[in-house]
């Protein structure tokens, strides 16, 4: 924990709107969270979170490219009520059209992002798609796309296996998440 967020950001390189990190800790193998003092909510979202990105690369792996918007999505399944938020705040963007496309989230560099309105856009759709995946066709499913990717297969690939009578393509998925979430 660092002492504050100054110093956080120095030492951690993160982006001036992130509040905590998973980092793995060198050749150890070992894995840190990493936030600064002061946090109000540090037990609610940001350490269930930063469980999450462990979690999920403890069960895929490391050595695969999970797409970040994957990442960022699962993390922040583990935050209390993330998921239910998110979904309203995609509800009201997929309202006034303002969404990322699916496949286009994977080519967003958003460490780098400094513009916060996009930020949080690209975290609740993450966070919504990822939701959608879970709630619409269950648990054994998203362990099937998160074991399959573990094997080395690409998001993509692994998608259109385990969901294959539903959606195959980014652009299938984006349709079937948006039908969800207006329905």
């Known amino acids: 924990m660092f002492k504050n967020k100054a110093l956080f950001l120095k030492e951690t390189g993160h982006p001036e709107w992130s509040r905590g990190g998973a980092l793995d800790i060198g050749f150890s193998k070992q894995k840190a969270i990493v936030s600064y003092a002061g946090q109000q909510l540090f037990l609610n979202e940001i350490l269930p979170h930063e469980i999450g990105h462990l979690v999920l690369h403890d069960f895929v792996g490391t050595d695969y490219k999970i797409p970040t918007w994957f990442n960022e999505g699962v993390a922040q399944i583990f935050e209390i009520g993330k998921a239910e938020k998110s979904d309203l705040i995609m509800k009201l963007m997929l309202r006034l059209d303002r969404y990322y496309p699916i496949e286009s989230l994977g080519k967003i560099k958003i460490r780098y992002e400094k513009n916060a309105e996009l930020v949080e856009l690209f975290y609740a759709e993450s966070a919504s798609v990822v939701n959608f995946l879970i709630k619409k066709f269950g648990s054994d499913a998203f362990g099937r796309l998160c074991r399959k990717m573990s094997n080395g297969e690409s ?12 959606f195959t393509s980014y652009s299938d998925l984006q349709k079937k998440w948006i039908q969800y979430l207006i329905r």
């Open 155 to 166: 998001f993509e690939s692994a998608m259109s296996h385990v969901y294959k009578n539903v």
